[in-house]
């Protein structure tokens, strides 16, 4: 019972010095890979990079010491990410503190669904994704994560658009017009880098490596660039009106929605107290509120453009560095030789101190010390908008990290609880929100490094949280000038593992409508990206529309001898069929959404077969039978025998039987109707139906193809 509640405690059966050390090395292993890539994707989340260092903290441990697979590694992981990022895009702007907090109450949500499930023993409920659907997702998804790191790659600033591939064409156009140099050559090293080493050294943590060199480099020579700036040292009057104009939107535009919450709360004791004239004048001034904090969104994602769109050259003087627009240098004045743009984001600019960036983007400084303990504010306005988001990201976690956990299970010969393990991912959310970590999940890279390094039990997981805790705690100035365009590398490198081309071609070769689903399921995410729970969802009602259709239109085949001896769908094979009888083969449950679809293919086989005197059914393949299922048969046997027919069962088996019995079907058929197997219904009805019978040659009994 107490390996139930705690399953850790299965560890401990014959754990030695050897298991200890050999967890030890593959809990630093998996840390060294888990610190770079849990802030790369924190980035993609749209939080400040060392929340990947929150979620990589306790999670792992949890995890670990609450499921049932001793090797899987969990934390931050590029599609939850990136769902994450996409959920929370229309409630705040990426690393705002509304945002946080919104990103700690989902993962509070995702926690809690999964740990219901798991309790409530309901770990099945996964299957709802099937195989062409998340194969279609996970290839769209690599896409757009690939893709959604180009600006850091490049080196250049954009607004998110309605749609991913609208923001890319933008991102693309900034590329042309300015791209820093340093950044893209760094960016694209590290990836070379990391892509090599995994090559020809794969036991060699290519991660760290990359990390670790492009960050002394970016050190030594100076790659950030950031300095402060009055608005008065910069002598283009075009920039300094655009300065203006901007703060003059970003400052209305609180403003309004001040008045907006206000008129909200107007609006709602209107509704309570049933007043219809002021209910309508409260709705009225929310409308036009709210169109005009759209209008300033607009004005001000326009304003913003434009002032990132500026090239400056400084010319050092002095007094200082005066910034004059790149073509506009005064004659006889040397500019110190970089190109400088304003930091421009969803805030007001301080004219006294405007921030230049004359050189590339780092992570920047990191609270150093472990992240506090708190429950995320319940913002109930807000959980009814992340429900939906949280549901599928805790499905597909989830089965991410199940299958990470079988595949390694296959390996290790270790028995998995899939109930226990979404357990284990519910805790290690709902701690992770309480320790300012995002949603996250199992990782494929990470479980595998972890199971190549020899790790044995959980212990691996929890010297990787250990470990973390120690770089929080004292190293986080290494990492303060790691380049953002090497982040953006390392996510890149992680989702091309994701890419699986492969996968639409098997789905289509097992049935074709899976590679179709398939296919849909990834078209319908790139197109409404950043929305992807609508493309999962959409992919989800086409395999559940598939499956309906299949059930109400089951395979309803006529068998007859084939040269292997045995009894075989006619069409298929291309038999001949038997003139007298008719052996009706009906594969699956017969309910009441297909009942009528076998009374029809009887019916016109009672039609079509003029000389027909006895149909066989053959219930092998009909597994279950409901009341409408029971109804049916029940007419069929009267209608094929009020037309001087008549009709017999077998292949019956015990569950279907069981409601013929309790129905009284079973008499009105006639015991002596229903056989054990096929053959024995061949037997004692061939004579009777073949008397007088012109057929030479019976296909039930005979090999017959059609020549």
């Known amino acids: 019972m107490l390996t139930k509640i705690f399953p850790f405690l299965s560890w401990l059966k014959g754990y030695n010095t050897k298991t200890f050390r050999l967890d030890f090395i593959a809990g630093l292993t998996v840390a060294l890979v888990l610190i770079p890539q849990s802030m790369a994707y924190a980035q993609l989340a749209g939080m400040p990079s060392y929340y990947g260092l929150y979620a990589a903290f306790l999670p792992p441990m949890i995890a670990a010491l609450f499921g049932s697979s001793r090797q899987l590694a969990t934390g931050p992981v590029a599609v939850v990410s990136l769902m994450t990022a996409a959920s929370l895009a229309p409630l705040a702007s990426a690393g705002s503190e509304g945002y946080i907090a919104y990103a700690l109450l989902l993962s509070l949500i995702v926690g809690t669904f999964q740990f219901l499930l798991g309790v409530l023993r309901l770990g099945l409920v996964v299957n709802f994704l099937s195989h062409p659907v998340v194969n279609g997702f996970t290839n769209a998804g690599a896409i757009i994560i690939a893709t959604s790191q180009l600006a850091k790659m490049f080196g250049v600033y954009v607004d998110g658009k309605a749609h991913h591939y609208e923001t890319i064409i933008e991102v693309c156009k ?59 040292t910069i002598q283009s009057e075009k920039t300094r009106e655009l300065v203006a104009s901007f703060n003059a939107v970003m400052k209305a535009k609180p403003e309004l929605e001040a008045k907006q ?33 759209e209008e300033l969104s607009v004005k001000g994602a326009e304003l913003r453009k434009e002032l990132r769109d500026i090239l400056l050259k400084g010319v050092p003087t002095e007094s200082g560095m005066t910034y004059y627009a790149k073509g506009e240098v005064p004659a006889g004045a040397v500019d110190d030789g970089r190109t400088w743009r304003l930091k421009v984001g969803n805030r007001a600019l301080k004219t006294e101190e405007l921030t230049m960036m004359g050189g590339g983007a780092v992570v920047g400084e990191i609270p150093q010390g472990l ?17 939906s988001a949280a549901i599928i990201i805790s499905l597909l976690g989830f089965m991410e990290a199940i299958s990470i956990a079988k595949a390694m299970a296959a390996k290790t010969g270790q028995r998995l609880d899939p109930n226990q393990e979404l357990i284990g991912q519910g805790l290690a959310n709902i701690i992770g929100s309480m320790t300012n970590a995002y949603p996250g999940s199992g990782s494929f890279s990470r479980s595998a490094v972890n199971l190549q390094a020899g790790a044995l039990t959980g212990m691996s997981s929890l010297f990787t949280s250990v470990t973390v805790g120690l770089v929080l705690l004292f190293f986080t100035p290494l990492l303060y000038h790691l380049p953002q365009s090497v982040l953006a590398a390392v996510i890149m490198m992680a989702v091309i ?22 296919v849909f399921s990834f078209l319908m995410t790139l197109a409404f990206a950043p929305h992807l729970d609508k493309g999962i969802i959409i992919g989800v009602v086409l395999s559940l529309a598939v499956f309906l259709y299949k059930s109400m239109r089951p395979n309803v085949s006529t068998l007859s001898r084939h ?111 229903v056989y054990s197997t096929m053959e024995k219904a061949i037997c004692a009805v061939h004579d009777t139906a073949h008397k007088k019978s012109e057929e030479n040659e019976c296909p039930l009994t005979n090999v017959c193809y059609i020549s």
């Open 371 to 387: 992240p506090s303990f708190s429950i995320p504010p319940l913002d109930m306005r807000a959980i009814p908008h992340l429900l």
């Open 563 to 673: 040269d292997d001896d045995s009894l075989k769908n006619s069409v298929m094979h291309g038999l001949k069929e038997c003139q007298y009888i008719d052996m009706i083969r009906f594969e699956g449950p017969l309910f009441f959404a297909n009942a009528s679809y076998l009374e029809d293919k009887i019916t016109d086989r009672m039609m079509n077969k003029k000389s027909l005197k006895h149909i066989v059914i053959v219930a092998n393949g009909m597994n279950d039978i409901d009341a409408s299922g029971e109804e049916v048969l029940s007419l069929v046997v009267s209608t094929v025998r009020s037309a001087g027919l008549d009709i017999s069962f077998c292949g019956v088996n015990e569950t279907v039987m069981a409601v013929l019995e309790r129905t009284h079907l079973i008499e009105k058929i006639g015991r002596d109707h």
């Open 174 to 232: 900034s590329a042309v017009h300015y791209t820093h140099w340093p950044t893209f050559i760094i960016g694209v090293g590290a990836f070379a880098l990391m892509f090599v080493l995994k090559k020809i050294a794969p036991k060699v943590p290519n991660v760290l490596v990359a990390v670790g060199l492009s960050t002394v480099i970016s050190w030594a020579i100076g790659y950030q660039y950031d300095t402060k700036a009055d608005i008065s």
């Open 497 to 518: 593992g994701l890419i699986n081309a492969s996968g639409f071609i098997h789905a289509w070769h097992a049935k074709k409508y899976d590679g179709i689903i398939s």
């Open 261 to 293: 919450a206000e008129a909200g709360k107007i609006l709602d004791e209107a509704k309570q107290s049933h007043n219809g004239m002021t209910v309508l004048e409260a709705e009225h001034e929310v409308k036009t509120l709210q169109f005009g904090i």
